[in-house]
């Protein structure tokens, strides 16, 4: 089962996600500038957000450089010496520094240029962790220590992560079994995705304004009007406003396999199975409801774009075959005074999608559609009253498999 999210948002002007200059990203599209939003960006926005955290029941991953810290607290918490945790943290700081296979000096250099402080330990990588990983290191560690203190402060960071490979199956959270995770360190099994986002760009051809801004000392002008009539400082930032197109999917039955650990070669029940699946339900339905309300917050206290889409179309087809309607808009959407740009990157995005499925015979074996404008309709879809409605069907397509 395939679930694919469409959704089209227009943004009033913003900097929702910029690059290392500070102007909005962009990207050429069709032979033209669009802006665009990074996949990066979107998923974190949805990771991080109250809806998705508050909607899946059980702890979910973080990603951090402080795998060290956190196993140095457990160690701390299960009664080792504050020596002891310290040499475990230092060692721990080298995780991940080296590819399973080989090694890279110029990361272990690094490590240790971030590791001088002994109060405060990191690894050159951010790792996405879980409550599992954590627990499963810092309890590794203490079994060493308990089995022999001086063997374990001469042993290596290398041969350490190797008697921690997880050839055992270890819980992942819904986060990690969604969005995935590829690391260096052999104390840590690779994820493969279960979801799949585009970079969204905007249906037009977009260009980068500039707001010229000052800043006036308030206390200075009330004594003197004056001497306080300059800016005390000035600035600029640079904005734009589009409508974008956003394209994700949930490859279910990865997630189901992630989730019960089949896909790391774990011999699974149909217990197993059936919880996963109202997991993999409520997980699906969790984000796609916060990637419809949640948005980036770049620049956000200077532009408050707080707009929510103005359609969404999901597509469940019962086979893993992916299909984004970007080339809807390789021609620029050009808004009419009827419309406006909107409703046109609608029509746009209805005759892409309308268009493709005839030709290529696309099944589904649902669709589901959400518009605020009266009369559209999409391959004889109606929209849906409201979004709940909307994500309860979703789920109960899901849990029926």
């Known amino acids: 089962m395939l679930i694919e999210v469409h959704i089209l948002q227009n943004h009033s002007p913003s900097n929702l996600n910029r690059d290392d200059t500070g102007s909005p990203k962009d990207a050429i599209f069709g032979g033209y500038k669009r802006a665009r939003i990074s996949s990066q960006c979107l998923k974190r ?14 702890s979910l991953a973080v990603r951090t450089r402080k795998l060290p810290e956190l196993v140095r607290q457990n ?3 299960q009664g080792i010496s504050k020596e002891l945790a310290e040499e475990a943290a230092k060692k721990v700081a080298e995780f991940g520094t080296s590819s399973k296979n080989e090694k890279n000096e110029t990361e272990k250099k690094e490590t240790k240029k971030k590791s001088d402080s002994p109060s405060q330990y990191k690894t050159a990588q951010t790792m996405f962790l879980t409550s599992h990983d954590v627990d499963t290191i810092a309890r590794k560690i203490f079994d060493l220590i308990a089995e022999d203190e001086k063997q374990f402060r001469e042993i290596k960071s290398e041969k350490l992560q190797k008697q921690m490979e997880d050839k055992g199956y270890r819980p992942i959270t819904v986060d990690v079994a969604l969005f995935g995770r590829m690391t260096t360190s052999n ?22 304004e500039f707001d010229f801004f000052t800043a006036v000392d308030d206390l200075e002008r009330s004594v003197d009007d004056e001497a306080g009539s300059g800016a005390d400082m000035i600035g600029d930032i640079e904005f734009n406003s589009a409508c974008y197109y956003k394209y994700f999917n949930v490859h279910v039955d990865g997630l189901i396999d992630n989730l019960t650990g089949k896909a790391f070669n774990r011999k699974v029940c149909e217990e197993d199975e059936v919880a996963a699946r109202v997991l993999a339900a409520a997980a699906a339905r969790a984000l796609i409801e916060a990637a419809c309300r949640v948005t980036p917050t770049g620049k956000q206290n200077s532009f408050a774009a707080h707009q929510l889409p103005g ?28 419309d406006g740009l909107e409703l046109a990157s609608i029509n746009y995005l209805k005759t892409e999608c309308e268009k493709l499925t005839c030709m290529y015979d696309l099944k589904a074996c649902k669709r589901l559609l959400l518009s605020k404008y009266d009369g559209i309709e999409m391959l004889g879809v109606h929209p849906a009253k409201n979004i709940k409605v909307l994500l309860d069907e979703l789920e109960a397509e899901v849990l029926r498999g």
């Open 45 to 58: 926005s949805i990771r991080r957000s109250d809806f998705f955290v508050s909607d899946i029941f059980g």
């Open 75 to 77: 160690l701390l918490e």
């Open 187 to 208: 104390a840590l099994i690779d994820v493969e995705a279960s979801s799949q986002f585009a970079h969204a760009i905007s249906t037009h051809k977009t260009d980068h």
């Open 311 to 338: 359609l969404v179309w999901v597509e469940i087809r019962n086979k893993n075959m992916p299909v984004s309607y970007s080339n809807a808009f390789i021609e620029p959407v050009k808004p009419r005074a009827k």
